[in-house]
Each structure stands twice: as structure tokens, then as C-alpha cells.
């Protein structure tokens, strides 16, 4: 599953991102928010989609408010979130080879539609590479002892 979430800023990319990858027969699941025009707390659903990614191991998030900053800071709040903010495909490759990043977040004012649908494909194709630094470093940003 992945979730989608957004703030108003990020509404109208969320619902063509939700279009498309649905298109593609993934499943996908609107967390909010669900208008573009009234004004909302971008953190209250990223921690929303947060939620949800923590309790469906397996699962991805894809957060979209103005920057992605915003969103990504508070998704990163909950524990088992690693949410990277990209504005090109690289970052979000080597998010999921090294990090094993589950959420990503994008900035609406920052990236277009075509730009942010190969941003998350290239999140969404990618394995982590499962290397056991990695898994040390890992370790570490979740607070555990290496
Ligand atoms: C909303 O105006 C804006 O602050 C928000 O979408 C986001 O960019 C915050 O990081």
C-alpha cells in the first residue's frame, strides 16, 4: 500500500499523483487532506500518513506540501519513519539503497507533475541494498546500539 498525504499546498499534486500511480494498478490510499483550498496543518497528516506507514510494515508514504519540508519533518517524528525529501530522482534512489527510506515527501512548489511522478517511481522500483553498514547506520538513526 501506499500512502499519500498532503496540506493544502500539496493538494492538487497528491490527487495527480493518486491518478496516476492508481493507474498503474498500485494501491493506493488518500490520507488527507481532501481540499486544495481551505487552509491546514501540513504536520497533523503527515503524522497521519506517518501512522499508517509505521503500522503496515512493507507499506510507503508519499507526503506532498509546499517544499516537503515541512510534511517529511513531521512524519520523521514517528518511530520506524524514515521520510527523505527529494526534488530529483537520485535522492529518492539512494534513499531507499541506503537509508530504507518508507516515506518520501515532495515540495508541490517546487517539482511538476512529470518531475514528481519519476521521483517516486524511482523511490517505489528501488530495494534497499540490505549492505551491513547500512544497517548499522540504521541502527543508529532509530537510537538502537550498533
Ligand atoms: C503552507 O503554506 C506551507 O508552509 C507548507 O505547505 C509547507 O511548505 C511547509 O513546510
Redesign the pocket.
Known amino acids: 500500500m501506499i500512502y499519500f498525504a498532503s ?4 493538494y492538487g499534486l497528491k490527487q495527480e499523483l493518486i491518478a496516476f500511480f492508481s493507474l498503474l494498478g498500485k494501491a493506493c490510499s488518500d490520507i488527507g487532506t481532501h481540499s486544495g483550498t481551505e ?1 491546514c496543518n ?1 504536520a497533523e497528516y503527515g503524522r497521519r500518513a506517518a501512522a499508517a506507514v509505521a503500522e503496515n510494515p512493507g507499506a510507503f508514504g508519499v507526503l506532498v ?7 517529511s ?1 513531521a512524519a520523521n517524528k514517528l518511530k520506524g519513519i524514515r521520510c527523505a525529501c527529494a526534488s530529483e530522482p537520485s535522492t529518492a534512489r539512494l534513499t531507499r539503497e541506503h537509508n530504507d527510506a518508507n516515506m518520501i515527501a515532495l ?3 517546487i517539482v511538476g507533475i512529470e518531475l514528481a511522478k519519476d521521483i517516486i517511481t524511482a523511490f517505489l522500483e528501488t530495494p534497499f541494498s540490505g549492505d551491513e553498514r547500512h544497517l548499522g547506520r540504521i541502527s543508529t538513526i532509530e537510537g538502537r546500539e550498533t
Do not use: E, K, L, W
Not at 7 to 10: I, L, N, P, S, T
Not at 65 to 71: E, K, R, W
Open positions: 496540506d493544502h499546498a500539496g487552509s501540513y506540501c509546499g517544499t516537503g519540508a515541512g510534511i519533518m515540495g508541490a512548489r
